[in-house]
């Protein structure tokens, strides 16, 4: 049995800590920006494969990002940042990302579900059961990169699966599948880990110094990402967390604190009583 | 599709050009480029995809999630108030306080289904039961208090089973201040950074204001003879909540704002307002009905513009990106600093001396449309 400590701040194998005893290895995204080209083909992919509804037919007016972030129902999520050099004409540097859910080692959404609709997969990946969810939306404030959310018309709480289903039968996912550049790879996190090192080095090597990885180290504050991503500038730029922490990292110390104020409460109650005697 | 088949053994194969270096093609470098002139680039204040907010915001609605915080804090004092009323032979206040925990305690499960997207799973909240959700915790400890509380209501109003009443009312009393004080680590534990940031104090936030509540209901329903402890009560929360309420919002820095100004303020400071009211009048209470009728009156809005006020601080601390990206960049900050390293290659220092002229959505006081 794994204490709570462990399962909230432990290292290792997500799913070993959920208690699978034997397991396939850990599944991820490797989510290489740099090469992305904005087609929008995981969108659909993703829309097609796992029966999402439309999202909203809005022209929001920023980029080409017509789905502006991710939902309900946009499990995959291009972001388009044009970046002008002011006072020079032409010349735009073009970022695009795929956005999807991180699949967090230590998964906020899953550790305050309060029904366990919320599970962890044997591939280590976070996914929610629509027959147990009951709507109470604890999961979506618990999320700290705004990833899974409300879907209005039926009240509960839908994300990305990494496509279960398909990696239970030894595909790869549906956005993965469709990426024709390869700007999203899936695999195992620890052979993408690697990979990703070298794409890195290749790109600093090539003088791209504002390439990083964001979301591979195993020892930030959700315990590493299950899917993670190469940028080309801040993670704000493109909406996501500079430093991200899984909120119940600190839940230990707040279940200290309610019981001393707790505990403040009755004294306080026992002392209006007892400065009341005999009046 | 791809001509890189990714199989769960691995990938096999790779795709041309997936290796290729962004910008190459134009034979320009962003990262080179402009490395020979170096404008200093003020520091940003924060970044953000076209103001768009980084976590999605809670989808908990007015009334019932700040009302089940309210009535919640309500319940759980008024057992202790009950119960401590039961023992010094205050009958008529300890009927009210137990009459209030049973109403409370109702109230708030209700309001709590309601919220729910699908309140004809509520059930589901049993399957399991998960420290690690304090919803789930939460959703034990009413099951268990609610009826407990009702027991002990009952047998007060009727003045049946008494020893039973008793037995409840004590088990009451015990689950009471957990009841009032768990619902500050539900929304504190979530990423909304005014909740979260606020973990320390919050709990001594809502059991004095639980307390002020239950007082208040003292004040304005027991008759003059009975209501010194309630009168203290009132005094006790009142001190506890304005005193929790300030080092939290003056410790959690920028962050405080939601508290400050827009709806979260303004519901705060009514609290507060109302808060000092009720007290005042509290004071007065053992003279005049009339006096104990205001205060507890005031003390009831006070507590519960307590509550509005905090949920709607952490609405618009989730929904502005600022609230997210400053304190989480500052963090960073103070860590490179603490192991006295320089920022890692392609930080910012390095980004802005690459990029020093680059405007547009995504970067410093622009985002929006361009």
């Known amino acids: 049995m794994t204490s709570l400590v462990d399962l909230l701040t432990g290292d290792g194998d997500p799913a070993s800590l959920a208690g699978y005893a034997d397991h396939p290895p850990r599944m991820g995204f490797f989510t290489d920006t740099s090469v992305c080209i904005g087609c929008k083909a995981c969108e659909v992919a993703c829309k097609e494969w796992n029966h999402v509804p439309e999202d909203g037919l809005n022209l929001t007016g920023m980029s080409y990002d017509n789905s502006a972030g991710l939902g309900a129902d946009t499990w995959r999520h291009v972001a388009f940042i044009e970046q002008k050099p002011a006072g020079?004409?032409?010349?735009?540097?073009?970022?695009?990302?795929?956005?999807?859910?991180?699949?967090?080692?230590?998964?906020?959404?899953?550790?305050?579900?309060?029904?366990?609709?919320l599970f962890r997969t044997e591939f280590g990946t976070v996914v929610v059961q629509e027959d147990v969810c009951n709507g109470c939306g604890y999961c979506i404030p618990a999320c700290p990169y705004g990833v899974i959310d409300q879907r209005k018309e039926d009240g509960r709480a839908w994300k990305c699966t990494m496509c279960y289903d398909r990696l239970g039968t030894g595909m790869?996912?549906?956005?993965?599948?469709?990426?024709?550049?390869?700007?999203?790879q899936f695999g195992p996190l620890d052979e993408l880990r690697e990979r990703a090192a070298g794409r890195l080095a290749q790109l600093h090597e090539s003088g791209v110094a504002g390439a990083r990885l964001y979301g591979e180290d195993p020892h930030d504050g959700v315990g590493g990402d299950g899917a993670f991503f190469l940028l080309l500038d801040e993670p704000e730029v493109y909406g996501l967390p500079p430093d991200p922490v899984v909120t119940t990292r600190d839940l230990p110390a707040m279940w200290r604190q309610a019981g001393i104020a707790a505990a403040t409460l009755a004294a306080g109650a026992i002392a209006a009583f007892a400065a009341a005697r005999g009046r | 599709m791809s001509e890189t088949e990714v199989t769960r053994e691995g990938q096999r194969g790779i795709r041309p050009g997936s290796q290729a270096t962004p910008g190459s093609s134009v034979g320009r470098r962003w990262g080179r480029r402009r490395r020979a002139e170096q404008p200093v680039v003020p520091p940003a204040e924060f970044t953000s995809y076209y103001g768009k907010p980084v976590i999605n915001a809670p989808v908990w609605a007015a009334p019932d999630i700040p009302g089940y915080l309210f009535l919640g804090g309500l319940a759980g004092a008024s057992s202790l108030l009950g119960a401590g009323a039961q023992l010094t032979g205050r009958p008529s206040l300890a009927r009210t306080a137990k009459a209030g925990a049973l109403g409370g305690g109702c109230l708030s499960v209700a309001a709590l289904i309601h919220d729910l997207g699908r309140p004809a799973r509520f059930l589901n909240m049993m399957r399991v039961f998960k420290v690690s959700s304090p919803m789930s915790v939460g959703s034990w400890l009413l099951g268990g208090y609610v009826p407990v509380a009702g027991v002990a209501a009952v047998s007060a109003l009727t003045g049946k089973l008494r020893r039973t009443g008793a037995a409840a009312t004590a088990g009451a009393a015990l689950l009471g201040p957990a009841v009032a004080a768990y619902t500050a680590v539900l929304i504190s534990d979530t990423a909304v950074p005014a909740w979260h940031d606020g973990y320390p104090e919050m709990p001594f936030v809502f059991a004095g204001s639980a307390a002020t509540a239950a007082a208040g209901l003292g004040l304005a329903a027991a008759p003059p003879g009975e209501?010194?402890?309630?009168?203290?009560?009132?005094?006790?929360?009142?001190?506890?909540?304005?005193?929790?309420?300030?080092?939290?919002?003056?410790?959690?820095?920028?962050v405080a704002e939601p508290y400050h100004s827009g709806r979260g303020g303004m519901y705060m400071k009514a609290g507060e307002a109302l808060t000092a009211l009720g007290a005042a009048c509290a004071l007065a209470a053992r003279r005049s009905r009339a006096a104990?009728?205001?205060?507890?009156?005031?003390?009831?809005?006070?507590?519960?513009a307590t509550r509005w006020g905090i949920f709607h601080a952490g609405l618009a601390s989730a929904n502005d990106p600022k609230y997210t990206v400053v304190p989480q960049r500052e963090r960073l900050r103070r860590?490179?600093?603490l192991t006295q390293r320089v920022p890692p290659k392609g930080g910012r220092a390095d980004l802005g001396a690459a990029m020093p002229d680059v405007t547009g959505p995504g970067r410093p006081g622009t985002a929006g449309r361009t």
């Open chain 1, 88 to 117: 020079d004409a032409g010349d735009v540097r073009w970022l695009m990302s795929s956005d999807v859910c991180k699949h967090c080692t230590h998964a906020a959404c899953l550790d305050v579900c309060p029904t366990g609709a």
């Open chain 2, 292 to 304: 104990g009728a205001l205060s507890g009156a005031a003390l009831l809005a006070a507590s519960a």
């Open chain 2, 227 to 254: 209501i010194a402890p309630a009168r203290n009560l009132a005094l006790f929360g009142a001190g506890l909540e304005l005193a929790a309420s300030h080092l939290m919002t003056r410790r959690i820095g920028m």
């Open chain 1, 172 to 184: 790869e996912p549906a956005c993965a599948k469709a990426c024709p550049t390869d700007s999203i």
């Open chain 2, 335 to 337: 860590r490179a600093v």
